[in-house]
């Protein structure tokens, strides 16, 4: 048993509190969050009555406009109904929102692994949400050869799902990175000046 279910009883609901602790002012359909969390409609909505019992959630009234797929092509529609959205008078909040991100994301070699196959890693360091620090303007940067985007895209969204955040991540080829850097770019240096936790240096940055 890993220590989220340990902790929360279950994954799905460690998914559906990381989904509102991460998105502290969207209001979520339940039908989002059933998808989201990657579980049977049932069991979520239990888990959801659960948390609005304890308010750390809350019922409210949902109206947004969400992508769907008609006739093989994506289209903006807008849905009513019933949803919640995160009870920001909740006193628990940022015990439970550390809680949750130290036993979901590791900056350590796990995190390294994922991105093996999306091409020459030269360089990945992470920040953000990975070391706590919710006021990054990134999360991940990611620098190598022969990028695989497409690759790097799919790990990013895996990631995303098991925490239920985006993740705000930059990806470049040496080349550019390397000019970049050496121009002082402010995204590189919001980065690279700020606390972050390098997992793969083969371009000899930290040590110059």
């Given at each position: ?33 059933v ?33 769907v797929?008609?006739?093989k ?26 809680l949750?991100?130290?036993?979901s ?104």
């Amino acid at each position: 048993m890993d220590t989220l279910t340990a902790l929360f009883g279950n994954l799905v609901k460690a998914r559906i509190l990381r989904m509102f602790l991460f998105n502290e002012t969207t209001p979520f359909l339940t039908k989002e969050v059933v998808e989201r969390a990657r579980s049977a409609g049932k069991l979520v909505k239990k888990e959801l009555n659960i948390l609005a019992k304890a308010e750390i959630i809350k019922k409210c009234k949902v109206s947004k406009d969400i992508q769907v797929e008609k006739n093989k092509k994506v289209i903006i529609k807008k849905v009513t109904g019933q949803g919640f959205i995160l009870n920001a008078k909740f006193p628990y909040l940022n015990p439970v929102k550390s809680l949750l991100t130290v036993t979901s994301l590791h900056a350590d070699e796990t995190l390294a692994k994922r991105f093996t196959n999306s091409g020459k890693i030269k360089l990945l360091v992470a920040a953000g949400i990975f070391i706590q620090n919710w006021d990054s303007r990134v999360d991940l940067l990611i620098v190598g050869d022969d990028l695989n985007l497409s690759k790097i895209e799919t790990v990013i969204k895996l990631i995303e799902s098991d925490i239920g955040k985006e993740i705000a991540y930059s990806a470049f080829e040496t080349q550019d990175f390397e000019y970049r850097y050496g121009i002082h770019d402010r995204l590189v240096r919001d980065v690279l000046d700020y606390a972050h936790v390098t997992l793969i240096d083969r371009l000899g940055i930290e040590i110059k």
